[in-house]
């Protein structure tokens, strides 16, 4: 069978320079920018190892996303060591929280983020 690894996220911005700053300032992302062959500048992310791919939303050629829960991508997960302190430091920079801390089954606690353009991100505390 084929073996399939991890690439990236897209996400679509009516502002990549203002969702890159969001990720970085919230969540520690860091912002790469590289320059296009039309002279464009691409703004990508790494966030935890992980890349973001962020493109311009060009005006009426994309829908805004919808609230969550709904069929499709739901939202992503980041774990974390201490999901109080998360939740306290993003709080203080003015995130806004879809659910507060949870826990989801036993050694397992949850809480969800509203991102730029209604993104779902869930943070996750194990053990």
Do not use: C
Not at 41 to 52: A, E, F, M, P, T
Not at 56 to 75: I, N, Q, R, T, V
């Amino acid at each position: 069978m084929t073996k399939f690894t991890w690439e990236h996220i897209h996400l679509r911005s009516p502002d990549p320079e203002a969702t890159a700053a969001w990720y970085k300032d919230k969540l520690g992302a860091e912002v790469v920018k590289s320059p296009q062959a039309d002279g464009s500048l691409r703004i990508d992310l790494n966030l935890s190892g992980q890349k973001v791919f962020i493109a311009k939303a060009l005006p009426g050629k994309a829908a805004e996303a919808p609230s969550s829960p709904y069929l499709g991508l739901d939202h992503f997960g980041l774990t974390v060591t201490d999901l109080e302190q998360a939740v306290r430091e993003l709080k203080a920079k003015g995130v806004t929280f879809t659910m507060d801390i949870t826990e989801a089954r036993p050694g397992v606690r949850i809480a969800f983020l509203k991102a730029p353009e209604n993104v779902s991100i869930e943070l996750l505390q194990r053990g």
